[in-house]
């Protein structure tokens, strides 16, 4: 969800935004409409004008046809129309007025007005889109049809808001469509992250988008820039340093004095150990991607392991499934086994490595003292806890370096008078 919470962000505002236009336009769909049926059904003003004037007259049918015409009225005489009309027909207004008919009358006290109050019901329907007039009377009932007035229509108000949708919805596909770069551009950084150098953000893009990935590209350039020029002195300097090694190893073995030679040939393997070194740390820090790392058993590795270390089969013991199987790079992560295999005879006083599996993690045991710091401590290089030992306090830092390398930790543990470093 995190990763993809702008796009998330901007299909909630859409579809927020269409369901509160849809909402506005329903309700002004409702009002237009009964407004506008409320406007036509005042034309009942007339009809009951021209039925009443009917009524009082007594004048012929052809009369009331005739003047129901004038206003493109016509009287519904078809008995099968008139029930369609008021079975199937829908009903869109009905109320109920008093209908006041007035005479003169004449008594022996003079003459005088009668009013003649009766119910009148009309109810307006639409059929087939036709409008019809029903009108109701305690004596009589009448249907006409308004050949003049048409139902209402729907299509201006679902035009408009077919027409706003739409451009809701091309600025969503639009704003989607200048996200695309930020999703590549992300993509890109994850690559870069995972040490593909070579990978360019170079666009011709002038947004802001564009300029950050034109940026980033710049970068890229000084980053791989400095990663060379670092390679390069780096391994310009071991190489240096190899040749007055050698000559001096060379040199030691014409000194007379047997405490002299031994004394120079202490010194030079102890820099041509430095050297080595530094040369497999130059060589985890450049590892740029993981197309070394192949599948192997853990016990070769191990085996391998071991062999480097040149230690005696009696110093360590392997408790490790042959099934076991890891992807790494087999030289890294051999020298890693064996700097853990060195580190603990050599700070245990029985001299015994034991390295086995517990909870899907490698793990070497050794008898000892629990170490005086944290293990940050520890892995930072040039660190070592007994100044007197033969080593530089590079070896910790080896180890770590090659796991994180392989997507890994170094972590340790104390029980029972037992250090158990664990692969992670």
């Given at each position: 969800?995190?990763?993809?919470?702008v796009?998330?962000t901007?299909?909630f505002?859409?579809?927020?935004?269409?369901?509160?236009?849809?909402?506005?336009?329903w309700?002004?769909y409702?009002?237009?409409?009964?407004?506008?049926?409320?406007?036509?059904?005042t034309?009942?003003?007339?009809?009951?004008?021209?039925?009443r004037?009917?009524?009082?007259?007594?004048?012929?049918?052809?009369?009331?046809?005739?003047?129901?015409?004038?206003?493109?009225l016509?009287?519904?005489?078809?008995?099968?129309?008139?029930?369609?009309?008021?079975?199937?027909g829908?009903?869109?207004k009905?109320?109920g007025?008093k209908?006041?008919d007035?005479?003169?009358?004449?008594?022996?006290?003079?003459?005088?007005?009668?009013?003649?109050?009766?119910?009148?019901?009309?109810?307006?329907l639409?059929?087939?889109?036709?409008?019809?007039f029903?009108m109701?009377?305690?004596?009589?009932?009448?249907?006409?049809?308004?050949e003049?007035?048409?139902?209402?229509?729907?299509?201006?108000v679902?035009?408009?808001?077919?027409?706003?949708?739409?451009?809701?919805?091309?600025?969503?596909?639009?704003i989607l469509h200048?996200?695309?770069?930020l999703?590549?551009?992300r993509?890109?950084?994850?690559?870069?992250?995972?040490?593909?150098?070579?990978v360019?953000?170079?666009?011709?893009?002038?947004?802001?988008?564009g300029?950050?990935?034109?940026?980033?590209?710049?970068?890229?350039?000084?980053?791989?820039?400095?990663?060379?020029?670092?390679?390069l002195?780096?391994?310009?300097?071991?190489?240096e340093?190899?040749t007055?090694?050698a000559?001096?190893?060379?040199?030691?073995?014409?000194?007379e004095?047997?405490k002299?030679?031994?004394?120079?040939?202490?010194?030079?393997?102890?820099l041509?150990?430095?050297?080595?070194?530094?040369?497999m740390?130059?060589?985890?820090?450049?590892?740029?991607?993981?197309?070394?790392?192949k599948?192997?058993?853990?016990?070769?590795?191990?085996?391998g392991?071991i062999?480097?270390?040149?230690?005696?089969?009696?110093?360590?013991?392997?408790a490790?499934?042959?099934?076991?199987?890891i992807?790494?790079?087999?030289?890294?992560?051999?020298?890693?086994?064996?700097?853990?295999?060195?580190?603990?005879i050599?700070?245990?006083?029985?001299?015994?490595?034991?390295?086995?599996?517990?909870?899907?993690?490698?793990?070497?045991?050794?008898?000892?003292?629990?170490?005086?710091h944290?293990?940050q401590y520890?892995?930072?290089?040039?660190?070592?806890?007994n100044?007197?030992?033969?080593?530089?306090?590079?070896?910790?830092?080896?180890?770590?370096?090659?796991?994180?390398?392989?997507?890994?930790?170094?972590?340790?543990?104390?029980?029972?008078?037992?250090?158990?470093?664990?692969?992670?």
């Open positions: 969800m995190k990763k993809h919470a796009l998330l901007i299909l505002s859409f579809v927020v935004t269409v369901v509160s236009v849809s909402a506005v336009f309700e002004f409702k009002l237009n409409k009964e407004q506008y049926i409320a406007h036509i059904f034309k009942y003003s007339v009809i009951t004008q021209i039925y004037a009917h009524s009082l007259s007594k004048s012929s049918d052809i009369m009331l046809e005739a003047n129901l015409a004038v206003y493109k016509l009287i519904t005489k078809d008995p099968k129309l008139q029930k369609n009309v008021l079975e199937s829908t009903v869109l009905r109320e007025f209908n006041v007035s005479s003169i009358m004449l008594n022996e006290q003079g003459m005088y007005t009668q009013n003649n109050i009766s119910d009148l019901r009309v109810t307006m639409e059929r087939k889109r036709d409008i019809f029903f109701q009377t305690p004596s009589s009932s009448i249907l006409i049809q308004d003049e007035l048409e139902p209402y229509s729907d299509w201006s679902l035009y408009t808001y077919t027409t706003i949708l739409a451009i809701i919805s091309i600025s969503y596909f639009l200048k996200l695309r770069p999703i590549r551009l993509r890109k950084i994850a690559s870069f992250g995972d040490g593909n150098m070579h360019s953000f170079k666009t011709k893009s002038c947004d802001e988008i300029l950050v990935s034109n940026e980033l590209e710049s970068a890229r350039r000084k980053i791989n820039t400095i990663l060379e020029s670092r390679t002195f780096l391994r310009n300097l071991m190489h340093l190899k007055p090694i000559k001096g190893t060379i040199a030691t073995q014409m000194l004095s047997v002299q030679k031994e004394r120079f040939v202490s010194i030079f393997g102890r041509e150990a430095l050297v080595t070194e530094f040369a740390i130059e060589e985890v820090t450049s590892l740029n991607s993981k197309e070394s790392f599948e192997y058993r853990l016990v070769d590795i191990i085996d392991a062999d480097m270390a040149m230690v005696e089969a009696e110093n360590v013991s392997v490790v499934n042959a099934d076991v199987k992807k790494a790079n087999y030289r890294l992560y051999t020298t890693a086994i064996k700097n853990m295999i060195d580190n603990g050599k700070y245990s006083p029985d001299a015994h490595v034991s390295i086995r599996i517990i909870n899907n993690e490698l793990c070497f045991e050794s008898k000892g003292a629990c170490i005086a944290p293990l520890y892995i930072e290089p040039f660190t070592k806890e100044p007197s030992k033969n080593s530089f306090g590079l070896g910790l830092y080896l180890v770590d370096s090659i796991l994180k390398a392989h997507s890994k930790v170094l972590a340790h543990e104390y029980h029972n008078g037992v250090n158990r470093f664990i692969f992670a």
